[in-house]
């Protein structure tokens, strides 16, 4: 089965070279009214996926990201629309030179070809990975998690029925929806027929693509994402913006999870517990903090240590810790964090650039909420995933960190001496 999907996604990959800019637009376009009109059917298909996940023990975050509703599939129809408008990355010319043997030698944009993409939860993966691919020529395979079967099979089936109807090839986008593990470990082992894998989860799915993959990878996904407070950050912004990177979803790789506080600045450490705590946030802060906190507040959070450093909670939980300096920030992201995208709020432009030039992280802040790290808020149109690694791409993946690049040399019968 495995082996038969890799290969009609050979046989469309052929096919893709030749589907002019304006087919893939109209594709895309199509599929995004399609969306509109058919949203009814995709809520009763994703509610059978949110029922299941209720009975199976889903706690709130990820029923979060696995739920459909009116304004999810119009963000979703909107994202290929805006996907449509762009221009089309095939074919652009990124550099162009003559060499002294008068050879014309040109670098052109090209697809990277087969895209595996396996994602956790999010049925709308389903819809932007597929969009995203065909503007960018390529051919994908989805494997989705078995929580969001129903919601992925009826997206995938819109997708390829409206697409085909309109000049897609068939077989440009395939959803593998056997969910065991075993047709995993041989989907990513098809490294003869599949270009790329992105895996897009947590560091359970990326621990197992790294010991079992063969074929190259991207990695994207899990974000312990953390905000610092200098000294000199401003008060009245600073509850508004963790509130907004903790608390706006939970369950995403963007949201905040450690709270860096100058030891100057602890003084504002019981505001942001109490500001946390009214929505419904579990806080954890380390000695130093918690010391600061009176005495009814510290019956209503949890005294950590070192263990809870790096943690991604995907839900309302979050860790306060003090340290003495932005360098001792610098350092404590750069040993704990997962190189995906950090903050700090401050006033000094020593502090900010210090902390923007040695952050080693994919996106970096000043004075804002981290949950802006998405490719619909940078204006991709969506996203595949967020990069954290540095080869290839890094950041939010759009239709440009979809292409690679090829030479077209052009000669007039030079023969190389």
């Not at 893939?24 to 058919?38: G, M, Q």
């Not at 401003?234 to 100058?262: F, M, W, Y």
Request: hydrophobic share 35%; charged share 25%; net charge negative.
């Amino acid at each position: 089965m495995i082996k038969q999907l890799c290969q009609r996604a050979i046989q469309a990959e052929t096919e893709m070279h030749k589907l002019p800019t304006k087919t893939k637009n109209t594709i895309l376009r199509e599929i995004a009214k399609a969306l509109i009109a058919e949203q009814d059917t995709i809520i009763e298909a994703n509610k059978l996926d949110l029922i299941a996940g209720e009975e199976a023990g889903l706690d709130s975050a990820l029923l979060d990201r696995l739920a459909l509703n009116q304004e999810r599939i119009e963000g979703m129809a909107e994202s290929l629309e805006v996907i449509a408008g762009f221009p089309d990355p095939i074919g652009e010319i990124t550099e162009g030179f003559t060499t002294e043997s008068g050879l014309s030698i040109e670098k052109v944009r090209s697809p990277l070809g087969v895209v595996a993409i396996i994602y956790e939860s999010r049925p709308n993966v389903t819809i932007d990975a597929a969009g995203l691919c065909l503007k960018s020529s390529n051919v994908t395979i989805l494997r989705g998690s078995s929580a969001a079967l129903n919601s992925n099979r009826i997206l995938a089936e819109l997708f390829n029925r409206v697409g085909e109807k309109h000049g897609m090839p068939k077989y440009t986008v395939q959803l593998l929806d056997d969910p065991s593990r075993d047709s995993l470990n041989q989907l990513v082992t098809q490294d003869k027929y599949i270009d790329v894998l992105i895996p897009r989860g947590g560091k359970q799915l990326k621990e197992a693509m790294l010991e079992n993959a063969t074929i190259p990878m991207i990695l994207t996904g899990d974000g312990t994402c953390h905000i610092y407070l200098d000294q000199t950050s401003e008060d009245e912004k600073t509850i508004p913006i963790l509130l907004n990177a903790k608390t706006q979803r939970p369950g995403t790789c963007n949201s905040v999870e450690c709270i860096l506080i100058h030891q100057d600045k602890n003084y504002f450490a019981p505001e942001i517990v109490t500001a946390m705590l009214k929505n419904d946030v579990k806080v954890n802060l380390t000695q130093n903090l918690y010391n600061v906190l009176p005495k009814d507040l510290q019956t209503k959070v949890y005294l950590s240590g070192e263990e809870l450093f790096g943690k991604e909670f995907l839900s309302k939980e979050v860790l306060l810790h003090q340290v003495d300096s932005v360098e001792t920030a610098i350092e404590f992201i750069n040993l704990h964090g997962t190189n995906h995208s950090d903050c700090i709020l401050t006033q000094s432009v020593n502090n900010a650039e210090k902390f923007l030039n040695q952050v080693d992280s994919a996106v970096v802040y000043l004075n804002a909420s981290t949950r802006f790290s998405d490719g619909g808020e940078f204006g991709f149109g969506g996203e595949i995933g967020i990069s954290t690694q540095k080869l290839h791409a890094r950041g939010p993946m759009g239709i440009k960190q979809l292409t690679s690049e090829k030479f077209i040399v052009k000669g007039q019968g030079q023969i190389r001496s």
